[in-house]
């Protein structure tokens, strides 16, 4: 059986050691009185709920699955999750960093998602249940009518009831400017909305009494394309003035998609017929609602994907440690054992160290991204809002997209680790493989990511917002230079994003020619700029334990090992990935579509 042990050292290394998140706070009102000992007591008593409370129910949910009643089309998640969901709402863990206004906590967004951290690495397809409201309640938060707000939100704080984004119909994915789900205006100011839904996550379940559904639908007078879409909010149930439940509204799950991964969350085809809603923000604006909500689901798809990574990591290095296999090729690293532990074989280091950087990479930039939210959400001073926004904004598709990519990397070597016994059920490292790879195509598949990033947020603005953050790496590098000790972190660094800067150049000039270069060159792109992010993150880690390393604290020399290890065997990458962006459109489209 698995295990799973909240990685709180590191969390708090990555929080008050790396970013000093505290002084970070000061300059926030809401936050300023948030210090270092209430973070760590929260995400103690969190890694405690989602290792003891959650983590047990990871492989036995995903061996029972969900059932459907197809005469009451409800759903029940697998044993145990909803007695978890109630303890979940008793601890109070929905209204972290809510808005007091509607019964939340108050606190930053950044203490919320290390959390999330954990309740993805204990069982990321019970997490999804609870997810989704976060993101619903942001969309209305800033979207909704006061009566929406009043009606819903104090609800999706509390947990007691939970929300979905309804998006995805069986001709469109990511293009929602093909959808086709009507909405009747009604005499009363409501909207009847009409159509079919698919893959939305814990779009029914009996986990709570209602559930608040996002739907994007075409008004009869809308614009084809995006343009066209409005936003909905549908309760399962229809919630009269007294803030009491009534009729069943007619919105429910005509099936259950039968998945590779994530069996427990209920994963729903959507049918509304004539299913009563109120709209969010403007006609024809639905789009522009959404995107909070989405924007927020590709950061924690990030977290699912480093959840995952961690798990993962953990489980194969206590394997590693304890499976007895070969002897060493200097020779006997345990001669009084009949074989020496696998650990010892360089490939099998390779594969863990490559997981344990991703996920330490991942933890960094995710953590630095999300303090920027904060900014972006709270700060005073608009300025340094707008800077923040700006960020956040360049690092979202890489959070999205990079962290996923090397999720489904780190958690395949994992399972390569445990050889045969990686592909039998019950040792669990199979089912990490399984519920990462959907990380990768869900909230806009990666390719998308990678479109947004190089289309959208690089080339849109003339580079302006990569240069910004190229500037921050290169005042960083000017200043750690000058230290002999970590001329084997700045340099590669300095040395990539020079090449990132020209390569930018080289992409955007051939764009200017034909736009398909981007669609050739985006993916490839990305990851280079991952990487760009992830060296950036390890070179200011390393440069914290390199001051501490004569600490006795093993902590810092594993983590001065784990840089050294990523910049010597995984940020080299980049000089391939740099040859394939530059060899452009031409290889992919010599080829007649008639030869495919």
Same mark, same amino acid.
């Given at each position: 059986?698995?295990?799973?042990?909240?990685?709180?050292?590191?969390?708090?290394?990555?929080?008050?050691?790396?970013?000093?998140?505290?002084?970070?706070?000061?300059d926030?009102p809401?936050?300023?009185?948030v210090?270092?000992?209430?973070?760590?007591?929260?995400?103690?008593?969190?890694?405690?709920?989602?290792?003891?409370?959650?983590?047990?129910?990871? #492989?036995t949910?995903?061996?029972?699955?969900?059932?459907?009643?197809?005469?009451?089309?409800?759903?029940?998640?697998?044993?145990?999750?909803?007695?978890?969901?109630?303890?979940?709402?008793?601890?109070?863990?929905?209204?972290l960093?809510?808005?007091?206004?509607?019964?939340?906590?108050?606190? %930053?967004?950044?203490i919320?998602?290390?959390?999330? /951290?954990?309740?993805?690495s204990a069982n990321?397809?019970?997490?999804?249940?609870?997810?989704?409201s976060?993101?619903?309640?942001e969309?209305?938060?800033?979207h909704?009518?006061?009566e929406?707000?009043?009606?819903?939100?104090?609800?999706?704080v509390?947990?007691?009831?939970?929300?979905?984004?309804?998006?995805t119909? %069986?001709?469109?994915?990511?293009d929602l400017?093909?959808?086709?789900?009507? +909405?009747?205006?009604?005499?009363?100011?409501?909207?009847? #909305?009409?159509?079919?839904k698919?893959?939305?996550?814990?779009? /029914?379940?009996?986990?709570?009494?209602?559930?608040?559904?996002?739907?994007?639908?075409r008004?009869?007078?809308?614009?084809?394309?995006?343009?066209?879409?409005?936003?909905?909010?549908?309760?399962?149930?229809?919630?009269?003035?007294d803030?009491?439940?009534?009729?069943?509204?007619p919105?429910?799950?005509?099936?259950?998609?039968?998945?590779?991964?994530?069996?427990?969350?209920a994963?729903?085809?959507?049918?509304?017929?004539?299913a009563?809603?109120?709209l969010?923000?403007?006609?024809?604006?639905?789009?522009?609602?959404?995107? !909070?909500?989405?924007?927020a689901?590709?950061?924690?798809?990030?977290?699912?994907?480093?959840?995952?990574?961690?798990?993962?990591?953990?489980?194969?290095?206590?394997?590693?440690?304890?499976r007895?296999?070969?002897? $060493?090729?200097?020779?006997?690293?345990?001669?009084?054992?009949?074989?020496?532990p696998?650990?010892?074989?360089?490939? !099998?280091?390779?594969?863990?160290?490559?997981?344990? +950087?991703?996920?330490?990479?991942?933890r960094?930039?995710?953590?630095?991204?999300?303090?920027?939210?904060?900014k972006e959400?709270?700060?005073?001073?608009?300025?340094?809002?707008a800077? +923040?926004?700006?960020?956040? $904004?360049?690092?979202?598709?890489?959070?999205?997209?990079?962290?996923?990519?090397?999720g489904?990397? +780190?958690?395949?070597?994992?399972?390569?680790?445990?050889?045969?016994?990686?592909?039998?059920?019950?040792?669990?490292?199979?089912?990490?493989?399984?519920?990462?790879? #959907?990380?990768?195509?869900?909230?806009?598949?990666?390719?998308?990511?990678?479109?947004?990033?190089?289309?959208?947020? !690089?080339?849109?603005?003339?580079?302006?917002?990569?240069?910004?953050?190229?500037?921050?790496?290169?005042?960083?590098? /000017?200043?750690?230079?000058?230290?002999?000790?970590?001329?084997?972190?700045?340099?590669?660094?300095?040395?990539?994003?020079?090449?990132?800067?020209?390569?930018?150049?080289?992409?955007?000039?051939?764009?200017m020619?034909?736009?398909?270069?981007?669609?050739?060159?985006?993916?490839?792109?990305?990851?280079?700029?991952?990487?760009?992010?992830?060296?950036?993150?390890?070179a200011?880690?390393?440069?914290?334990?390199?001051a501490?390393?004569?600490?006795?604290?093993?902590?810092?020399?594993?983590?001065?090992?784990?840089?050294?290890?990523?910049?010597?065997?995984l940020?080299?990458?980049?000089?391939?990935? #740099?040859?394939?962006?530059?060899?452009?459109?031409?290889?992919?489209t010599?080829?007649?579509?008639a030869?495919?």
């Amino acid at each position: 059986m698995p295990q799973y042990n909240p990685p709180l050292r590191d969390m708090q290394f990555v929080l008050h050691e790396l970013f000093d998140v505290v002084s970070e706070f000061k300059d926030i009102p809401e936050f300023a009185e948030v210090d270092a000992d209430t973070i760590n007591a929260v995400l103690e008593e969190g890694g405690k709920f989602a290792s003891q409370v959650v983590f047990p129910l990871n #492989i036995t949910g995903d061996a029972e699955g969900c059932a459907l009643d197809k005469t009451t089309h409800e759903v029940t998640p697998p044993k145990g999750f909803k007695e978890a969901y109630a303890q979940y709402v008793e601890g109070g863990w929905p209204a972290l960093s809510c808005d007091p206004e509607f019964g939340g906590q108050g606190l %930053p967004h950044t203490i919320n998602q290390s959390f999330y /951290e954990m309740l993805n690495s204990a069982n990321q397809a019970w997490t999804m249940y609870p997810g989704l409201s976060h993101g619903a309640y942001e969309a209305l938060h800033a979207h909704g009518t006061d009566e929406q707000k009043k009606t819903y939100l104090p609800k999706l704080v509390s947990g007691e009831w939970t929300g979905t984004m309804c998006l995805t119909e %069986p001709h469109c994915g990511t293009d929602l400017g093909l959808l086709r789900t009507k +909405a009747e205006p009604q005499a009363d100011g409501t909207y009847k #909305i009409t159509g079919q839904k698919i893959f939305i996550s814990a779009g /029914e379940h009996n986990m709570v009494e209602n559930i608040v559904h996002l739907v994007l639908a075409r008004l009869p007078d809308a614009p084809v394309g995006s343009k066209g879409i409005s936003l909905f909010v549908v309760p399962k149930f229809k919630v009269n003035a007294d803030g009491s439940l009534g009729e069943r509204n007619p919105i429910y799950c005509g099936g259950l998609e039968h998945k590779m991964g994530i069996h427990a969350n209920a994963t729903c085809q959507m049918i509304l017929d004539g299913a009563v809603g109120t709209l969010v923000g403007q006609p024809n604006k639905g789009l522009q609602a959404m995107f !909070v909500m989405m924007n927020a689901a590709r950061l924690g798809v990030g977290m699912q994907s480093l959840g995952l990574t961690e798990v993962a990591y953990q489980n194969a290095v206590a394997y590693a440690k304890d499976r007895l296999q070969m002897r $060493a090729l200097s020779g006997p690293k345990a001669p009084e054992k009949a074989a020496d532990p696998i650990i010892v074989h360089p490939d !099998v280091r390779k594969m863990l160290l490559t997981a344990r +950087a991703y996920a330490e990479g991942a933890r960094a930039l995710a953590t630095y991204t999300v303090i920027q939210l904060d900014k972006e959400l709270k700060h005073p001073d608009p300025e340094v809002r707008a800077e +923040a926004a700006d960020e956040v $904004a360049l690092l979202t598709p890489i959070i999205k997209a990079f962290i996923t990519d090397n999720g489904w990397i +780190a958690t395949s070597h994992c399972m390569q680790v445990y050889g045969g016994h990686g592909f039998i059920h019950e040792w669990g490292m199979e089912q990490y493989v399984r519920d990462a790879r #959907i990380n990768m195509i869900y909230e806009g598949t990666n390719t998308v990511q990678s479109l947004d990033l190089l289309g959208r947020k !690089v080339l849109a603005d003339n580079g302006k917002k990569l240069k910004k953050l190229g500037k921050k790496i290169a005042e960083f590098v /000017e200043d750690q230079g000058v230290y002999e000790e970590m001329q084997e972190f700045v340099n590669p660094l300095a040395d990539l994003g020079d090449k990132v800067t020209k390569l930018t150049m080289e992409v955007g000039m051939k764009a200017m020619g034909n736009a398909d270069e981007v669609g050739a060159a985006a993916v490839d792109y990305l990851r280079v700029v991952g990487h760009l992010t992830f060296a950036y993150m390890f070179a200011r880690m390393a440069k914290i334990a390199l001051a501490k390393k004569d600490s006795g604290d093993p902590f810092y020399t594993a983590k001065l090992a784990t840089a050294r290890f990523y910049f010597a065997k995984l940020l080299p990458e980049t000089a391939s990935l #740099i040859r394939t962006c530059r060899a452009g459109l031409a290889p992919l489209t010599a080829m007649d579509e008639a030869l495919f």
